[in-house]
């Protein structure tokens, strides 16, 4: 029996799951004594048992199992779908008495107590904390920089860190991946900005086990690899760096979270997935078609000082 019920977007991918870490985190601190359940279609329980503001996953694989999901102790229903019809109609079988979806001009519109607009061009992760704003005011930033420190609280007393932090993978495919040697001559260039004794850090997956290999093999002192490491280890990394660097996949979104100043290279403009704040700027190619790699080092380089040059101090 749950309290709260987020329904959480019925996609695999890790990055579309850490977009809803800071919602959950704001749902808990509001109700810290109201028991949480995360309700997903696909297998991606092993992201949220880990979450110390989580008390319940269910894994959803029938329409029964997402009307059971509702009981009558349940007071909060938050639904981060943002088109289907399904949740409007789960919600009214057994309607909570708070309910939060998006507004998408659909018949289900009509069900939610509490509603914000779906807006293509809105970051998916400041979309959800806005859905929640809409039942008591919040500031977007300052819950998403404080859910992933929560997260980081493990290994707070932990003294690896680095100036600069690089997100080299891109689960999807090769077109979202901006090759090692872009990064290398980023890395080489960064050190005349940020001084001579600059330390990087890659962050790296198992599906970036050659990156790993070149790596390891240039043996350069000022080149740490965090590899396969846990979400916990990977935030509080990235809430110490000056400055990251990031394609399009799962980790970055800890880094857009955590506000720290943010460079996105990104194979065509995808706003769904880039958090416009102070702070962040996005890479394209120039041409729509050109792929990702033709972005040259020296447009990253141009974009980390903008971004470096726009940060304000972030909070404790």
Known sequence: MSDIVVYVRSQPQLGDQIVAFATLYQLKA???????????????GHIYRGLPWVDEFLRARSLLDYARSLTGRTQVSVNLHHSSERFGLINLLRPPAIRMGFRNARISDLVWTHCHRKDESEYIGLANLRLLATYR??????VARRCFAELARPHRHNPRGSDVVFLPGGGSGPFKRWSLAHYLRLADSL??????????????????????????????????????RPLSELSALMLRARLVVAND?????????????????????????FWRRRGAVEVVPREPRAGINAIRPEQVLHACTRALSRTRPMPA
Do not use: M
């Open 30 to 44: 509001w109700w810290p004594e109201r028991r949480l359940k995360v309700v997903a279609r696909d297998d991606v």
């Open 137 to 142: 005011p919040l500031d977007a930033e300052h």
């Open 191 to 228: 050190k005349t900005l940020l001084g001579a004794d600059t330390r990087y850090t890659f962050v790296l997956g198992r599906q970036e086990a050659r990156e790993r290999a070149e790596l390891d093999a240039l043996r350069r002192g000022d080149i740490d690899v965090a590899y396969c």
């Open 249 to 273: 996949c799962g980790p970055s979104h800890v880094a857009q979270a955590v506000g720290v100043p943010y460079v996105g290279v990104f194979n065509q403009p995808n706003p769904e997935w």
